[in-house]
């Protein structure tokens, strides 16, 4: 597609539950990154991946969060037995570039919403 | 901890008027980038400064970059009504893998 492609844009869930948020990047992208974004706040960093290399996962807040990529295709973010606190946009940008010398181009984020 | 920091958290100016938000940041950085967020969903990127520039220059945008005060701050001239979002700065360490560290944001409101 022509952008960053995310699904669900919406996402309404009970706590406990296990959801799974979707993330296209654009065609040729190497680079992916999940952020989260709480109402108000700013951007929280959560993982990256860049090609075949193991990601970076240092951002993930617990071991309920864990992320897979294919090699240059498609991310799921997963988040386990959802708790109140999860409620959030999650955010997924992707770059051509490596190495964090290039743009970020975002999809429109998941909003998440935990009862 | 994020790195960026952004003042001012919210401005209000008028049409036509100038709005200059600051970032700073705490660690050696490659590059930072500016972006724009409307409706608190996806961000576009408005400008990138690499470590060794010290001002640019898109459209209406300037940005400069103090590498010695780790700070960098962005001014929009002439604003218009469209200009309403929130702008946050991301910044790329010099080291380790290459994640886009993200200020707090500056709320910005256009009145026309």
């Known amino acids: 597609g022509a952008g960053v492609s995310q699904s669900p844009s919406n996402k309404v869930t009970e706590k406990g539950k296990d959801v799974e948020l979707r993330c296209d990047p654009i065609?040729?992208?190497?680079?992916l990154y999940w952020y989260r974004q709480r109402l108000g706040q700013g951007l929280e960093f959560l993982i990256y991946?860049?090609?075949?290399?193991?990601?970076?996962k240092s951002g993930l807040p617990s071991d309920r969060f864990s992320a897979e990529r294919t090699g240059e295709s498609v991310s799921t973010l997963t988040i386990q037995r959802t708790q109140q606190e999860d409620s959030a946009v999650y955010l997924c940008?992707?770059?051509?570039?490596?190495?964090?010398?290039?743009?970020?181009?975002f999809g429109e984020g998941s909003r998440l919403t935990v009862l | 901890s994020q790195q960026g920091e952004e003042d001012p958290q919210a401005l209000s100016i008028q049409e036509g008027e100038n709005a200059t938000m600051n970032c700073s940041y705490k660690?050696?950085?490659?590059?930072l980038q500016w972006y724009r967020q409307n409706s608190g969903r996806g961000l576009v990127h408005l400008i990138l400064?690499?470590?060794?520039?010290r001002e640019k220059h898109s459209g209406r945008l300037r940005v400069t970059l103090d590498t010695s005060k780790k700070s960098s701050s962005l001014l929009i001239t002439a604003s218009r009504a469209a200009d309403t979002a929130s702008y946050f700065c991301?910044?790329?360490?010099?080291?380790?893998?290459?994640?886009?560290?993200f200020g707090t944001g500056t709320r910005l409101k256009v009145l026309a």
């Open positions: 940008a992707s770059s051509t570039l490596a190495g964090g010398t290039g743009e970020l181009f």
């Open positions: 991301a910044t790329v360490h010099l080291s380790g893998t290459y994640k886009y560290i």
């Open positions: 400064i690499r470590s060794n520039e």
């Open positions: 660690t050696s950085i490659n590059n």
């Open positions: 991946f860049q090609g075949n290399s193991a990601p970076d």
């Open positions: 065609s040729g992208h190497t680079a």
